[in-house]
């Protein structure tokens, strides 16, 4: 398999690494608008290249993965689905936008291609799967995060919040997931993963907690439906080198890469 990552930052840089040791890999290809970044991790590769955009060789990639930004996933999405390639998403906010979401998975069918979404940084995905066959009532993600996650933000600027002078336990946000993901475009995507899989961006519920004594980003799944009730807490230790981003959104895409160059799909 031949692979393209797009984005080299902590996660890319994660992911490039894992696929540079499995043996189904054979060429990775890789992209960042800041050239350096790409160079550098190519160097310390066995299979890596350096290209210059994502559609250079498409006709030779099995799988793109993009770990960028939202606006890279929305730029990337159509032009890849449109070849016929697989694609997986980490930017899942990308696909707040109905329309576009719509638009891509047309395309996708069309072309017969597919869009994976890894689980990211929260547990309980599987039960909101499966419960979601069903009538769901609730559905809520709490995340909670200290103030270096939540620094520079600018939604939490404009509320007046100072993250270093918070002393306690202070929501920063509560609302629906079609607000949160396009506020905090780094650090809720897994509300857009929650929304797509269970009621929608509207009826999903996102409260975001600003906690000065957290030692690790939180989440809780909270869903209340025909099925029964389910709680799921994940607490993630953030990423060394990128402290809004969960060690496990990483450690997600790793094993979502693992599944599908070996095609094993236990517990789907």
């Known amino acids: 398999m031949r692979i393209t990552i797009v984005g080299c930052g902590s996660i890319g840089s994660k992911l490039a690494r894992a696929a540079d040791e499995m043996a189904e890999v054979k060429r990775i290809y890789l992209i960042d608008i800041i050239p350096g970044l790409a160079e550098s991790l190519a160097s310390q590769l066995k299979k890596a290249i350096v290209i210059e955009d994502v559609e250079e060789e498409l006709y030779h990639c099995d799988l ?81 995060k200290g103030p270096r996650s939540l620094s520079g933000i600018q939604y939490v600027i404009d509320q007046g919040i100072d993250v270093d002078a918070v002393t306690e336990r202070t929501i920063v946000y509560s609302g629906p997931a079609r607000e949160a993901v396009k506020l905090f475009p780094k650090n809720v995507n897994v509300a857009a993963t929650v929304s797509l899989l269970g009621i929608g961006f509207d009826r999903t519920k996102v409260t975001v907690v600003l906690d000065p004594e957290i030692r690790s980003n939180s989440h809780e799944l909270r869903i209340k439906g025909e099925f029964g009730m389910m709680d799921c807490h994940t607490f993630n230790v953030p990423s060394p080198d990128n402290p809004k981003t969960s060690y496990l959104a990483a450690m997600s895409a790793i094993s979502a890469l693992k599944r599908i160059v070996r095609n094993e799909w236990i517990g789907i």
């Open 64 to 144: 793109v993965i993009e770990a960028a930004s939202q606006d890279a996933a929305r730029t990337i999405l159509p032009k890849v689905v449109s070849r016929g390639v697989d694609i997986m998403i980490m930017s899942v906010g990308a696909l707040v936008d109905d329309d576009f979401m719509s638009s891509v998975s047309e395309k996708a069918k069309a072309c017969e291609a597919r869009i994976f979404i890894p689980s990211g940084a929260v547990c309980g995905l599987d039960g909101l799967r499966s419960s979601s066959v069903g009538e769901l009532e609730e559905v809520e993600l709490v995340t909670t």
